[in-house]
């Protein structure tokens, strides 16, 4: 499974973004996804997950309320809508996918990492 991050850039702290993840796998309904961040000099860390129907989503506390998680499988693509962007959401931000939803909160848990598309948000 081979995934493709886009949609980061450069935006003013309050506004939006949102990130797409494709991929041209076949397979890509079987999977959970998620996301996670870098920001420089930090280590990777979970931001959030949607199950392989939608039914069911995660996040991490300090994005609830500003990010939506989203997929359609039709287009083998998985979303992040980012709202109220904070200068602290600066970040390399990668797709990935795995078995279930709650577990991919672990990187130990991702099966495939997609390349990851950078969001810069200025004060």
């Known amino acids: 499974v081979q995934l493709q991050a886009s949609g980061g850039g450069l935006v003013q702290a309050g506004g939006s973004l949102r990130l797409s993840c494709t991929t041209s796998?076949?397979?890509?309904?079987?999977?959970?996804s998620g996301w996670f961040r870098q920001a420089p000099g930090k280590e990777r860390e979970f931001v959030s997950a949607?199950?392989?129907?939608?039914?069911?989503?995660y996040y991490t506390d300090s994005v609830k309320g500003r990010f939506t998680i989203s997929r359609d499988n039709a287009k083998n693509t998985v979303y992040l809508q980012m709202s109220s962007l904070k200068p602290e959401d600066t970040a390399v931000y990668y797709c990935?996918?795995?078995?279930?939803?709650?577990?991919?909160?672990?990187?130990?848990?991702?099966?495939?990492w997609g390349k990851g598309t950078l969001v810069t948000v200025s004060s």
């Open positions: 949607i199950s392989w129907n939608g039914d069911n989503t």
């Open positions: 990935a996918v795995g078995q279930f939803a709650f577990e991919l909160r672990r990187t130990e848990n991702i099966d495939y």
């Open positions: 796998g076949r397979t890509f309904s079987r999977y959970a």
